[in-house]
């Protein structure tokens, strides 16, 4: 089955020429752990729907992956965990794989037969995340708005990801951002400069989506890759 298929076909969801742009150049190369990617998109445009498609999938390619999923606030989070779970546990995902569930809890949940750690946890960008690991770093619109995106707690948001989030990744994991820009200093913005002027640091593949395409463009595009 492809990323595709789930988000089309299983789970109903119409696929505009972004989504499946999105889905074949960015997401699936994303769960097989090839590049991380940024994906940034205006609001009501399905970024929450892609995540949680992916996330099922990468269940589906691999029960004992390990992803941990951030939002601005723990309820967001925790409502993707909830979704995540419900589609793992329907008759139609299942009868591509069937999970069994040793743990079930609105912000986590723990596939039988993995090593005991979360298979998922979802939490807030503030959030000090205590003995997690993970394969897949997701994080949904960590940023809540234009006023949190200019002001002073910006700065721990970005202690909170680049000291706790970044570092519960284990070798070979790989990070999705996506959300809605609000600055050039909030959590996206701040991630591509680093990448930029620090070609050591971790790299994307970078995709902006804008709202309206006045420049006769549908998207802006760039790739950052490490030096040898």
């Not at 970005?158 to 990744?169: M, N």
Request: aromatic share 8%; charged share 25%; with cysteine.
């Amino acid at each position: 089955m492809t990323l595709l298929i789930l988000f089309t076909v299983i789970m109903g969801l119409s696929a505009d020429w972004y989504h499946r742009k999105l889905i074949q150049e960015y997401l699936e190369p994303f769960i097989d752990r090839k590049q991380n990617a940024i994906i940034t998109m205006p609001p009501g445009m399905g970024k929450t729907a892609l995540v949680i498609a992916t996330i099922v999938m990468i269940y589906i390619r691999d029960p004992k992956a390990h992803v941990i999923v951030l939002s601005n606030a723990d309820g967001l989070a925790a409502m993707i965990v909830r979704n995540v779970l419900r589609w793992l546990n329907g008759d139609s995902v299942r009868e591509v794989r069937p999970f069994e569930f040793s743990k079930q809890t609105e912000t986590e949940f723990t596939i039988e037969g993995n090593d005991g750690r979360p298979s998922c946890l979802g939490a807030s960008t503030k959030t000090v995340l205590v003995g997690a690991r993970c394969n897949y770093l997701i994080v949904d619109d960590g940023v809540k708005d234009q006023a949190q995106a200019l002001s002073e707690e910006m700065n721990l948001l970005w202690d909170r990801y680049t000291t706790v989030a970044e570092s519960r990744l284990m070798a070979g994991g790989v990070v999705l951002i996506v959300g809605t820009r609000w600055g050039i200093s909030d959590l996206i913005g701040r991630v591509i400069n680093r990448a930029v002027t620090n070609k050591k640091s971790r790299q994307f593949q970078v995709i902006n989506l804008a709202l309206t395409n006045v420049e006769g463009r549908d998207s802006f595009e760039f790739h950052m890759r490490e030096r040898p």
